[in-house]
């Protein structure tokens, strides 16, 4: 009586250990291209608390809307071509950028500490956002997203601008305009084509809605 019962036993322990195997298989070529732990982990610009922002596509149109002091421009400005030249979104091959932020939306840039060449989005304008615990404000680049995962203005570190329909004011994560520290140093990684679509673009997917911001083209200045 005890024959009957064996088979199953060593035929379900057999499932088991293939199972694991699949799993352990799978999670190695998951790895394959995973550029590795980064400080973002966990990290999400788009979340949290939403800050009242002002976006311009140069100095001159920041200076003329008088939404914010010239001087706030000037320095809001400074400080989107520092972010752009240093953490911009990274890509080793155009069409991959461009895949992400629409034909021709794409340059060559090369590493200033010899780590080689890549390309990063152009670079649209500018946003500046409110802070609203007496911080007055931070400013950092913005660009244009023209793909299937979502579209819209980002900043330089992920976050999208959207609209409080409440009020009616454009808002962007005050994470997106003024990350951590940990973010805002971390050595930039070049995603590859296999990174973006298993993160959905930049960032992973995200559903707030556009600022309704219409204008591209390069950065004025």
Known sequence: MTAPNSAPRKRSNSLKLTTMLASATALTLAG????????????????????????????????EA????????????????????KNAPRYDQRATCEEVYGAGNCVPKTSQSGGGSFFTPL??????????DGGGYRGTGMYRRDDQYGGGYYSTYGGRLGRD????????????IDPP???????????TRTSVVSRGGFGGGRSYATSGSSYRGGFGG
Request: glycine share 10%; charged share 30%.
């Open 123 to 132: 670079l649209t304008g500018f946003v500046i956002g409110r802070m609203l």
């Open 66 to 85: 008088k939404e914010v002091t010239a001087q706030q421009c000037e320095t809001s400005f400074a400080a989107a071509k520092a972010d752009d030249e």
């Open 181 to 191: 520290d940990a973010i805002r140093n971390a050595p930039p990684k070049v995603q």
């Open 32 to 63: 394959c291209d995973d550029p590795g732990p980064t400080p973002q982990a966990g990290w999400d610009p788009n979340r949290g608390e939403q800050v009242e922002a002002f976006s311009y596509k140069s100095l001159e149109e920041c200076k």
């Open 165 to 176: 329909y409440g009020s009616g004011k454009t808002v962007i994560s005050r994470e997106g």
